[in-house]
């Protein structure tokens, strides 16, 4: 079992910058790919990021903008935001899944319990 636990949203305005934490235990993360989503009101959860052993892959909606990153030491991943934008605000959760990277929600093993980024304008 691995579980997940996110920090770093709040409210920012729009142009700034956030940087959320996702702490993992339970297992050692370094053999997992670990995946960054987001789920807007009323919408559905979608893609942002994901980073695998040594590969990283981005929505098109946040190329450019988000970074993410991962520290086995910690068994933290994290996921920089900069030039935030009001369509940005949703619901951020981190998910785990063994190995192989993926944008496919229905891949993930395992969830956060997400965390809140809202982006005024």
């Known amino acids: 079992q691995v579980q997940l636990v996110e920090s770093g949203g709040g409210l920012v305005q729009a142009g700034g910058s956030l940087r959320l934490s996702c702490q993992a235990s339970?297992?050692?993360?370094?053999?997992?790919?670990m995946g960054w989503f987001r789920q807007a009101p009323g919408k559905e959860r979608e893609f942002v990021s994901v980073?695998?052993?040594?590969?990283?892959t981005y929505a098109d909606s946040v190329k450019g903008r988000f970074t993410i990153s991962r520290d086995n030491a910690k068994n933290t991943v994290y996921l920089q935001m900069n030039s935030l934008k009001p369509e940005d605000t949703a619901v951020y959760y981190c998910?785990?899944?063994?190995?192989?990277?993926?944008?496919?929600?229905?891949?993930?093993?395992?969830w956060g319990q997400g965390t809140q980024v809202t982006v005024s304008s």
């Open positions: 998910a785990a899944k063994y190995l192989v990277t993926s944008r496919d929600i229905q891949n993930y093993d395992y």
């Open positions: 339970g297992r050692t993360l370094s053999r997992y790919a």
């Open positions: 980073i695998g052993v040594s590969s990283t």
